[in-house]
């Protein structure tokens, strides 16, 4: 074996070498995409909770101003128990029952008065719109984790690790255009 045949050896060697580590360092990367999606959407559903919670609170607070207040606390619970069993798609729905739950019992705080005045009213009225907020930065978060993490799946070459390594695209969280519209509160009336 001369030194030049070596030499080839060697190189092509050292190719197949950084081609493996290139190819774990975009799986890696993959990997962390997928879990920090994971995570935000955990921390999505732990603000969407603290929004039910708070809007439960609100309720509370109002129950003597609106009718069907047992339909809402069940459907509150209801939502509670699916919240952290729900897809992309089913907290969407979540997130729109709670919009309108929550808008609904806000408006009517602000019909009365004496409701409007009250300072823990007002408190509840303050944690449900920053909750809005916190929901609002986790889903945001999501969202761009996703479009990298699906960036990846579909462009050469992490999209040959990726189908190789079973990874497939990821749903976003699409209640945002919701953001702009005004709750409905038809399910909520003043008695």
Not at 163 to 169: L, N, Q, T, V, Y
């Amino acid at each position: 074996m001369d030194y030049s045949s070596l030499l080839l050896s060697g190189a092509l060697v050292l190719l197949v070498v950084l081609i493996v580590f290139y190819l774990a360092y975009l799986f890696n990367k993959l990997v962390r995409f997928g879990n920090a999606a994971d995570a935000n959407l955990g921390q999505v559903r732990v603000a969407m909770k603290k929004r039910l919670d708070m809007i439960e609170q609100l309720l509370g607070a109002v129950k003597g101003y609106i009718r069907h207040e047992r339909g809402v606390f069940m459907e509150v619970t209801d939502m509670r128990t699916k919240i952290f069993e729900a897809g992309t798609q089913g907290l969407g729905d979540i997130d729109r029952e709670t919009r309108s739950i929550g808008g609904g019992l806000i408006a009517v705080a602000e019909a009365y008065p004496e409701l409007k005045a009250n300072e823990s009213v007002r408190k509840l009225m303050n944690a449900v719109f920053s909750v809005e907020d916190e929901v609002a930065r986790h889903r945001y978060t999501y969202n761009n984790i996703v479009q990298q993490f699906n960036t990846m799946v579909d462009s050469i070459p992490s999209n040959l690790v990726a189908r190789s390594a079973g990874f497939g695209k990821l749903d976003y969280l699409q209640f945002e255009e919701e953001v702009e519209v005004r709750p409905d509160i038809a399910g909520i009336s003043e008695s």
